[in-house]
């Protein structure tokens, strides 16, 4: 679906329809429709099937609007009632407490949308296309540029707000503009050194401004042949090097450079320690994966752990890659 530049009819919120629903633990939720909109805003959801990590407590409201008038709808709702908004994408990079999180929950996986421009090389996408998919998709046009990008389980709305990359590569590197809604309802198109690009970050992170698209300069007019065969050694070099068996986020901790989580880690002797269901993955130990059963508050204290560890045998502090949501006092 196209997500639209331009506001539209967005609804007035203060006419709802409102339905209550009895769930499978007896607790009663609401779901308010917002009128002109296909929005479905719900009450205590639960996020664990939401996130990569397959753990978290449940959101006060949750909403996955379909376009942009739906999204600034939903944003409109939440200014009204003074929520507090908490963007969510894929849930890959993400940990989600057991005690949910307050306010409302936006969730931007179903803004969907891509144009391959081949006069411009330009690849725009919304927010919630996969970045895989689309690594996949270019290759098989043969443009190139994404290849790198074909195992980052994430979106690229995401994908723009932390800098993803891998294999010497990031979004920063080929990002030409990105579109975004700020909490009044209002669209700015921003360029990279607006964004304030650095090592698996923006200024964007931790901000109110939701990206709805962004635009890729990539390099069209290759041999789809050639780019597809690049795209799966890339691919078979991140199934072969990081644990796709069990659920996890994705790198915990940045890179201190010029030395890598991972090997501090390993060196440190945590390889395989598990606390609770979540576990130091064996394969590469700047992944923590849930083994089954797993709680927020078993990732959380073993990310507290391991930043202790490294830091009394290394002086040196891990930064968490991972953005931590929802409150997490008293988990250890």
Partial sequence: MTISQAAGNVCTVSALNTKKHQTANSVESEVIYLPSTDCAIKSQACLSAFTSYRVGGAADWYVAPRNLEALQASLKYAKERDLKVTTLGAGSNLLVSDRGITGLVIATRHLRFSNFDPDTGQLTVAAGESIPSLAWAAAELGWQGLEWAVGIPGTAGGAVVMNAGAHNSCIADMLVSAQVLSPDGTLETLTPEQLGYSYRTSLLQGGDRIVTQATLQLAPGADPAKVVAITKQHKKHRLSTQPYNFPSCGSVFRNPKPYSA???????????????????????????VNRGGAKASDIFCLIRHIQHQVQERWSINLEPEVKMLGEFQGAC
């Fill in 262 to 288: 991972g090997w501090l880690i390993e060196q440190t002797g945590l390889k395989g320690y598990q606390i609770g269901g979540a576990q130091v993955a064996l394969l590469h130990a700047n992944f923590i």
